[in-house]
């Protein structure tokens, strides 16, 4: 007869180092103390989740655990290198052994041992963006598709498919249909350029960042005693930012976590608002049915905003179906209210907002401790107007101004060489957008031109039509056209309206070539059609550049090193301010189709998303927070203005969380009783 006999783990008691309960509220404790087993954690915005992550690694190692059976998981290695410094400084002891990184990095390090398996070479080369460009034009320059025929996307956005497909766990053709739908005719050449670029990679032993993950993936979905090998070793696995992994990454973490089910995510649902970038929600929220018995534990107290700015961002979530619920509770005192404030239009809400900046500024709150954030580039058009008006030095999370945007520069071209037919510049940016056209050729178009056109006091079309003999085979085309929509531009009825040349220009092509060079061609193409509206308060087409070369200098004078501790106020979308915080910050634009943006509304999930995206935004605030909209603004198509519709997120929170202000034009505040 045979019996089992179960051999149970002897374990010493155990003198902890650091007073877990003494440095952790309860619920902070509650989870880093969590028994074994599968563990989500929902951390409210500043709620301490990286406190937690690194109590939780400490309270492990201190169990016993050894640093190697640990794999710490985050989204940038700063973080991980943060996190294990923090750790290494609380136990004193030699953390080395203990994997920690992005995805990626861990991809990698896990590829340089293994890949062999796939085919690579231990020394293969990882491809950074501008190789992996290069690369895929290689490949389409060799797919003999003949991109003259139709707008055919470039290198860039080719690559922004193949990326998007194997993050979304999705084919090239799903990819198309739902996010580039007007490349759908285009789809199998697409995908042959995407087989021809896979082949050259492999042959070539190089991988991209996406690579990273999905060979890894490859590896523990193919090789069984691989899979069971890592199983084996990571012990205890640790996930920070769990709501922005994508498909990829969730079954990844499952395949590592298979056998020991020790696996601990943590995030916070109400602040995923990646899904555009191949983020996947889904993860998150049925954690506890991928992991059946999970615990789910929920990090409320907040450390960074007042409970009156906290209970207006409990109550701007509260509408949200698919979501953990949970409150945030403040742990600081009392403030003031967050504030409403309607205005006429985005003139007057620029106005309000620079003036209310310098006010605070005056109180003592300095200016890189305010942000004024919006959900949409274009949406802070008027507002980097106003400030610059007002001499009041701002900066851009992403870096780069509304006006400096290459498409911006692109149609202002158009624009100034109209208005001054000498403009060199103008002409070879435009000249070099047409296919076939680079630097030596715009140089050579530009003398033929110049001689012909300005210098002989003619117009710009008659310039252009004089260097026909000169314009290479594959750009005969597009320079008849391109010479067409100058021809027109120049017409007395459009040249003094500079929104009816934007509107114009839009109209003749350059959509496109937007729809060509960049992924994100929506968003631009939005830009643009808001900057026509802008361009609308301009009585001269001069008037209008005038202004846009007057934002340039002041930019080019603040880039200065001599500026660079400059005090700046913070402009910034939303997106790019997650995980920052701010003393004051202003939410603008908050109107239906701007905020949430119109097309969010095709679909629950997309509201959702963007009521997420709006918690995001009031979470920022420690201390004042500032939300407004304009009754009116300029249609997007420069033809008048329209009366706008308070954001559906603002009519979802109650009047009594709110002080509301009215603006009066000699620029004195009034408070409804």
Known sequence: MSREYVLRPFKASRELRIDYAGELNTQQLEAVTAPPGPALVIAGAGSGKTRTLIYRVAYLLEQGIPPERLLLVTFTNKAAREMMRRTGELLGGDLSGLWGGTFHSIGNRILR???????????????????????????????????????????????????????????????????FDYFRGLTASIEEVGRRYAERKRSRGVMDFDDLLMLWLRLLREHADLREQYQRRFQFILVDEYQDTNAVQGEVID??????????????????????????????????ERYPGARVYRIEANYRSTPEILSLANAAIA???????KALTAVRRSGTKPVLAPCGDAHEQAAFVAQRILELRDEGVPLEEMAVLYRSHFHALELQLELTRRNIPFSITSGIRFFEQAHIKDVAAYLRLVTNPRDELAFKRLTRMLPGVGGKTADRLWRQYDECGPASGRAVAAGLQACVAMVPKKSEVAWTEFAVVLSQLEAAEVRRQPAAMLSLVLDAGYGDYLKAQYANYRARLEDL???????????TTEDFLAQLALLTNVEAEEERPANKDTEQLRLSTIHQAKGLEYQVVFVIMLCDGLFPSAR????????????RLFYVAVTRAKNELYLSYPFLRATARGDGAAMQTVSRFLREIPADLMDEWHLHPDGEAGWRD
């Open 113 to 179: 041992r293994e890949g062999e398996r796939l085919g690579y070479r231990r020394d293969f080369t990882i491809l950074d963006r501008e190789d992996a460009k290069e690369l895929v034009q290689a490949c389409l320059d060799e797919a003999d598709i003949d991109v003259r025929a139709t707008r055919f996307p470039k290198a860039d956005v080719l690559g922004e498919i193949y990326s998007l497909a194997i993050n979304t766990n999705r084919s090239v053709a799903q990819v198309i249909e739902s996010q």
């Open 255 to 288: 395949l590592m976590a298979e056998r020991h089910r020790q696996v601990m995510v943590v995030g916070d649902d109400s602040q995923s608002i990646y899904s555009w970038r191949g983020a996947d929600f889904q993860n998150i929220l049925r954690f506890p």
């Open 319 to 325: 509408a949200n179906v698919q979501q953990f619920a």
């Open 529 to 539: 059609e808001q900057l026509t509206g802008f361009a609308r308060q301009f009585g």
């Open 600 to 611: 969010s509304l095709n679909s629950p999930e997309g509201e959702e998303e963007e009521r």
